[in-house]
């Protein structure tokens, strides 16, 4: 069986602030992990995937199998960042997601 | 491009009848995904379809259903409903490769009374 975990329901940081946002994942095969954002009043929309290893928004997140993690991270918040982030397992599995909060 | 579009945008229902929702992918894309968003529940993976197939199905009852026609648009149907059925239903259209990203719809939000 597949399952995401999203530890942090909410999460508020000020701006300027590092940012993480935890994704941790449990699936027997070879995983392929992403990130959706969904912006205030905006659809759903991919953040970045795991094989692309690109940074988007100033965002990254390094898969880590040993410890079977996904983590989002961003080293300096804005605030156009708050929105709710979702870690996602081959695509299907989801979890439960994330609001960021950045306070000015 | 246009987007994935879903309607209708809001459907009010009451509990036992029946709901139909629909979707029409990215041009392009075969595949169509749903998902159900309930309040503190995130994203509940409902129903896969791929070139007019059930490829896959959540964890959901017999009573939530669906198929894809020949231009890959799609259909919802949700049968005797249920007042825990209130959601955004949320449709999303990938390539139809293993593993392609989604690009979601605005979703349709059913509320049953």
């Known amino acids: 069986a597949q399952r995401v975990t999203q530890p942090e329901k909410l999460l508020s940081v000020f701006k300027g602030a590092p940012v993480e946002l935890k994704c941790n994942y449990s699936?027997?095969?070879?995983?392929?992990l992403f990130w959706y954002v969904q912006y205030s009043r905006q659809r759903l929309q991919l953040l970045l995937r795991?094989?692309s290893r690109e940074s988007i928004k100033g965002f990254t997140a390094d898969l880590n199998k040993g410890e079977t993690s996904f983590h989002l991270k961003k080293p300096f918040a804005q605030e156009e960042d708050s929105a709710m982030y979702y870690c996602?397992?081959?695509?299907?599995?989801f979890g439960k997601g994330t609001h960021l909060i950045i306070q000015p | 491009e246009a987007g994935v579009t879903q309607s209708p945008t809001h459907l009010i229902k009451t509990r036992g009848q029946q709901a139909t929702l629909r979707c029409s992918p990215i041009?392009?894309?075969?595949?169509v995904y749903w998902y159900q968003q309930a309040l503190g529940l995130g994203l509940q993976f409902l129903l896969w379809?791929?070139?007019?197939?059930?490829?896959n199905r959540g964890n959901f009852p017999p009573r939530f259903s669906g198929r894809q026609f020949p231009n890959y648009s799609s259909e919802l149907n949700v049968n005797a409903l249920e007042l825990e059925d209130s959601a955004l239903y949320l449709c999303?259209?990938?390539?139809?490769?293993?593993?392609?990203?989604?690009?979601f719809g605005n979703g349709t939000r059913l509320t049953v009374t």
């Open positions: 379809y791929d070139e007019g197939e059930e490829r």
């Open positions: 041009s392009g894309h075969t595949s």
């Open positions: 699936y027997s095969g070879s995983p392929e």
């Open positions: 999303a259209s990938s390539l139809g490769q293993e593993n392609s990203p989604l690009h």
């Open positions: 996602a397992l081959n695509g299907v599995t």
């Open positions: 795991h094989i």
